[in-house]
């Protein structure tokens, strides 16, 4: 084994001694041709490989969460899975630079580049991820877009570090082992309709084509997931998010539905669940985790899908009560419970 073999392995080991369930390598040659967010060399401009890796979510907790029986699990855990993620970078990034190859790490989430148009607020990560992890091996694209394991599902935090170091690549899983089928549950748990579903985007990667369904403006997401609004448009279930500004359905409109939005978001009570998540783009800085239903629903077992999409869509709809906590009631009971609120406070929520 020479030198670059042995150090490939030994970062890789670092990943897994923190948690990572799947690892890989990524170079500027596996990922030559890729869109801009694949440039290795927008982080560190001498950079060859990327490690690459996955840390999981905890499944204890995603069921519990689509219910609408309990938020606090899945805000915990997805606060220190980003961090234990972002913290295994650095370790790599660190590891490397000690052995004498630059290296800076990625961090996991919640940080864009600020050199584009709409700089921050474009929401283009200094590098992506998602198309490392597919061209590395890590996982499938699923439909949604979202990287998929075996084991794991969508249910995953992803987590890189670049380096000078000509680490040996790993290839691209084949296609014909992804679990993804085509459900949909995805898209039908999505309140924001993120995804299109008449249409898919292809992308190569160092002469590997994936597929997904086309991102409409993330802008959806962003209201949505970001809990700006949460409830469906049927009417019938919700998010965690306790406000109901109506969805729009083109994207033109979401930025300003969005935008129309803030300030009843400063002004309902956040949750308290010990583990604050901030996130610079969210007005007053304070991001609780409402929604994450694409990545939830998609557990490798079909049968897992059809029970948690049931569990998202006969969970109710969420209301906050006035001590500002919250609770998943039947569509008519949260509709009487605004009814009967002053229009102050009532303009928090619709
Ligand atoms: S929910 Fe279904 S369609 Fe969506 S990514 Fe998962 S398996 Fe694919
Ligand atoms: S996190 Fe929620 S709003 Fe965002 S794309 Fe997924 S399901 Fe849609």
């Given at each position: 084994?020479?030198?670059?073999?042995?150090?490939?392995?030994?970062?890789?080991?670092?990943?897994?001694?923190?948690?990572?369930?799947?690892?890989?390598?990524?170079?500027?040659?596996?990922?030559?041709?890729?869109p801009?967010?694949?440039e290795?060399?927008?982080?560190?401009?001498?950079?060859k490989?990327?490690?690459?890796?996955?840390?999981?979510?905890?499944?204890?907790?995603?069921?519990?969460?689509l219910?609408?029986?309990?938020?606090?699990?899945?805000?915990?855990?997805?606060?220190?899975v980003?961090?234990?993620?972002?913290?295994?970078?650095?370790?790599?990034?660190?590891?490397?630079?000690?052995?004498?190859?630059?290296?800076?790490?990625?961090?996991?989430?919640?940080?864009?580049?600020?050199?584009?148009?709409?700089?921050?607020?474009?929401?283009?990560?200094?590098?992506s991820?998602?198309?490392l992890?597919?061209?590395?091996?890590?996982?499938?694209?699923?439909?949604?877009?979202n990287?998929?394991?075996?084991?794991?599902?969508?249910?995953?935090?992803?987590?890189?570090?670049?380096?000078?170091?000509?680490?040996?690549?790993?290839?691209?899983?084949?296609?014909?082992?992804?679990?993804?089928?085509?459900?949909?549950?995805?898209?039908?748990?999505?309140?924001?309709?993120?995804?299109?579903?008449?249409?898919?985007?292809?992308?190569?990667?160092?002469?590997?084509e994936?597929?997904?369904?086309?991102?409409?403006?993330?802008?959806?997401?962003?209201?949505?997931?970001?809990?700006?609004?949460?409830?469906?448009?049927?009417?019938?279930?919700?998010?965690?998010?306790?406000?109901r500004?109506?969805?729009?359905?083109?994207?033109?409109e979401?930025?300003?539905?969005?935008?129309?939005?803030?300030?009843?978001?400063?002004?309902?009570p956040r949750?308290?669940?010990g583990c604050?998540?901030?996130?610079?783009?969210?007005?007053?800085?304070?991001?609780?985790?409402?929604?994450?239903h694409?990545?939830?629903?998609?557990?490798?077992?079909?049968?897992?899908?059809?029970?948690?999409?049931?569990?998202?869509?006969?969970?109710?709809?969420?209301?906050?009560?006035?001590?500002?906590?919250?609770?998943?009631?039947?569509p008519?009971?949260?509709?009487?419970?605004?009814a009967?609120?002053?229009?102050?406070?009532?303009?928090?929520?619709?």
């Amino acid at each position: 084994m020479d030198k670059m073999e042995r150090l490939s392995n030994t970062v890789r080991d670092i990943a897994v001694g923190g948690g990572a369930v799947a690892t890989g390598i990524a170079t500027t040659a596996t990922l030559a041709g890729g869109p801009p967010s694949t440039e290795l060399s927008y982080v560190l401009p001498r950079a060859k490989s990327a490690v690459v890796f996955a840390l999981p979510l905890d499944q204890d907790n995603i069921e519990s969460f689509l219910k609408k029986e309990d938020p606090a699990g899945v805000n915990i855990d997805n606060r220190r899975v980003n961090t234990m993620t972002s913290g295994i970078a650095l370790e790599i990034s660190e590891y490397l630079n000690m052995k004498g190859f630059e290296s800076a790490p990625v961090i996991s989430n919640a940080v864009y580049r600020k050199d584009v148009p709409g700089g921050p607020y474009s929401e283009m990560p200094p590098l992506s991820h998602r198309y490392l992890a597919v061209r590395s091996g890590i996982g499938h694209f699923g439909l949604s877009g979202n990287v998929i394991l075996d084991r794991y599902g969508a249910a995953v935090i992803l987590g890189s570090a670049v380096t000078a170091a000509e680490l040996v690549p790993t290839e691209a899983l084949d296609p014909e082992d992804n679990y993804c089928d085509g459900c949909r549950l995805c898209m039908s748990a999505c309140a924001s309709g993120l995804m299109a579903a008449d249409d898919t985007t292809d992308v190569t990667i160092g002469g590997v084509e994936f597929t997904y369904a086309c991102r409409r403006t993330y802008s959806r997401c962003d209201y949505v997931c970001g809990g700006f609004t949460g409830l469906h448009p049927s009417g019938k279930w919700s998010t965690w998010s306790p406000a109901r500004f109506p969805i729009p359905e083109t994207d033109e409109e979401f930025y300003p539905a969005l935008m129309e939005a803030v300030e009843p978001y400063r002004n309902r009570p956040r949750q308290e669940f010990g583990c604050n998540i901030y996130h610079p783009l969210v007005p007053g800085n304070r991001l609780d985790f409402t929604c994450g239903h694409c990545q939830f629903v998609c557990h490798p077992d079909k049968e897992v899908r059809k029970q948690r999409y049931r569990m998202i869509t006969s969970g109710g709809v969420v209301i906050q009560l006035e001590d500002g906590s919250l609770k998943a009631v039947p569509p008519e009971e949260a509709t009487a419970h605004l009814a009967a609120m002053d229009e102050k406070a009532r303009s928090m929520y619709e």
